[in-house]
Structure formats: structure tokens, C-alpha cells
């Protein structure tokens, strides 16, 4: 599993955890993940935004 996939997985399960929208980007060859609330980084940077509400695959 890649390290892109591990924390797809674990974006996912976090939003489902906190029941907020969460943000998976990456800056400087680090992948991140916070809620999509306080991001305020660059848009380029983000890779996805997981929606606990929404339904269907993680990716």
C-alpha cells in the first residue's frame, strides 16, 4: 500500500470519526490532513477533501 493510499484510508476514517469534512493535501513532499474549517494553505496543495456526508468510495 502507498503511503497516498494509507492516508486516503486514514483522511476518510478520520472525517468519519470527527464528522467534519477534512482535507488530505500535500506540501513539500509531506502528505497532511486537517479539518477542512481551518485549511487555509495553498489550493494546489490539496490532493482531496473527504465529506462524512456525502456517500460512495473513499477514492
Known sequence: MSDLSLAQNHAL???RTLM???TLFKV???IGVMPSAE???DED???HE???FQY???H
Request: hydrophobic share 40%; proline share 14%.
Open 50 to 52: 473527504y465529506d462524512p
Open 20 to 22: 467534519v469534512p477534512v
Open 13 to 15: 476514517d478520520l472525517a
Open 56 to 58: 460512495g468510495p473513499a
Open 28 to 30: 513539500d513532499g509531506e
Open 39 to 41: 485549511y487555509d494553505g
Open 45 to 47: 496543495a490539496i490532493i
